[in-house]
């Protein structure tokens, strides 16, 4: 088992940036991808960005593209998203997610393992 816990969401105003992170604890894992979807009132759970467990390779979503920044810390089994500046349209519920494995990480059914998520409100 494998358990997430986010932290870091608030309320920011439109153009400002916000940290969010994503702890890992549970079973000892190699490979790995982790992940950050959103799911805004009234809308399905989408992809936001991903990371591997090197570093080497993440992806994000065209919204979030040159805004957003996927970063981990192997060593205290962390992923960050340094979100910078925010839109109106980024409120929502941020979840982390881990992938055990390889792979790129950008649909909800890769995922094994998801957090509970923390709420991201920009306000104007």
């Known amino acids: 088992q494998v358990q997430l816990v986010e932290s870091g969401g608030g309320l920011v105003q439109a153009g400002g940036s916000l940290r969010v992170s994503c702890a890992a604890s549970g079973r000892a894992f190699s490979s790995y991808v982790m992940g950050w979807f959103r799911q805004a009132p009234g809308k399905e759970r989408e992809f936001v960005a991903a990371i591997n467990w090197s570093g080497a390779s993440t992806y994000y979503a065209d919204s979030v593209k040159g805004r957003f920044t996927i970063s981990r810390d192997s060593i205290k089994n962390t992923v960050y998203l340094q979100m910078n500046s925010l839109k109106l349209e980024d409120t929502a519920v941020y979840y982390c997610?881990?992938?055990?494995?390889?792979?790129?990480?950008?649909?909800?059914?890769?995922?094994?393992?998801w957090g509970q998520g923390t709420q991201v409100t920009v306000s104007s």
């Open positions: 997610a881990v992938r055990l494995g390889v792979g790129r990480g950008i649909r909800e059914s890769e995922y094994d393992y």
